[in-house]
């Protein structure tokens, strides 16, 4: 009998194609994804599970699929995924790193130009008929070329900003667990900076961490005291890195300029006192939503699910201590 495959939600269809080879699959081809209940069903008989960001891979639906060997995960972050309890019953779970690097990093710039040159507020006003004439402050927002870039994570996507500021003549400072090694940051242009100077040097501050016990809420308050009061924040991480009701209040009150994010605490929802601000750049969780990095992540999700199928090692384990023990 061939390997059963779920696939939780919409992917692209090359992905499909990929898996149907390795085995049948069951594939719930909507958007809106399954309930707890509704998923715990469905795994119930399957060997795979091809799931993504907004599906929570818990205990719960690991115990209702006692032949689950892979979870094939359509993003970078796992965090979506309890990988504790996944590692403990032998099961791989794999996601789909490097894919998205420049196609987030370009969506983050866009972002901190966005915000930085106020172009959404200008946008609105312009389409809402109240230009009638040209003035010399209509819409002055900051400019970026000469200005410093402080980057909060220095992982792929960090680098793919600290390059792209490279063109545009920034200074770029970086606070991270550990330092880059000197010939990275000769590459890339970027310095080494203690956590307190990131922040207070920062003209435009870009979060790129993963989502963890450590770093909820790393952004909040505190830091927001720390910065200009011109200073721009991007977050294209994850959602709970930023104090959502802290950052409002630092929009409202002028502590900080202005923000850009595609990604919220508790997606889809939003904060309502950020949903009512000019001063910030909300988009929906289109850090990686190209078409081809789109189908590249399935791809790769689902060539990572049919490896393991296949009993060979998959490209990207999040837990490879699995397969040292084999």
Not at 155 to 166: T, V, Y
Not at 248 to 271: C, I, K, N, R, Y
Not at 286 to 302: E, L, P, Q, V, Y
Request: glycine residues 8%; hydrophobic residues 45%.
């Amino acid at each position: 009998m061939p390997p059963r495959i779920l696939v939780t939600r919409h992917v692209y269809p090359e992905a499909i194609a990929i898996l149907e080879a390795a085995g049948d699959v069951q594939y719930n081809d909507t958007s809106a994804g399954l309930s707890a209940d509704q998923l715990q069903a469905a795994v119930a008989d399957k060997q795979a599970l091809v799931c993504q960001l907004t599906d929570r891979i818990d205990a719960a639906v690991m115990d209702a699929a006692s032949e689950l060997k892979v979870i094939a995960n359509v993003a970078v972050g796992f965090d979506n995924i309890d990988i504790p309890v996944a590692t403990g019953r032998g099961i791989l779970v794999t996601n789909t790193p490097g894919v998205l690097t420049d196609t987030t990093a370009d969506l983050a710039f866009a972002l901190l130009m966005a915000a930085g040159r106020r172009i959404a507020e200008a946008d609105r006003f312009l389409r809402s008929g109240q230009w009638h004439q040209w003035e010399i402050d209509l819409f002055s927002g900051h400019d970026i070329h000469g200005h410093t870039l402080g980057i909060l994570g220095l992982g792929r996507i960090g680098l793919g900003m600290a390059k792209r500021a490279q063109g545009f003549g920034m200074r770029v400072i970086y606070h991270d667990l550990e330092r880059a090694a000197p010939e990275v940051e000769d590459e890339y242009g970027i310095e080494y900076v203690d956590r307190e100077t990131l922040f207070r040097d920062s003209d435009f501050l870009s979060v790129h961490v993963p989502l963890n016990d450590r770093t909820r809420h790393m952004v909040g308050s505190a830091e927001f005291e720390l910065m200009k009061p011109t200073a721009v924040l991007v977050n294209t991480s994850r959602g709970p890195v930023v104090d959502e009701r802290a950052l409002a209040e630092a929009l409202e009150s002028g502590q900080v300029a202005s923000a850009g994010l595609d990604v919220f605490e508790d997606e889809p929802t939003v904060e309502p006192r950020l949903l009512a601000l000019e001063n910030v750049v909300l988009v929906p969780h289109i850090g990686s939503a190209s078409i081809k990095t789109r189908t590249r992540m399935c791809t790769m999700a689902a060539k990572n699910a049919a490896a393991v199928l296949a009993g060979q090692a998959p490209p990207n384990p999040v837990n490879p201590e699995l397969l040292d023990a084999e």
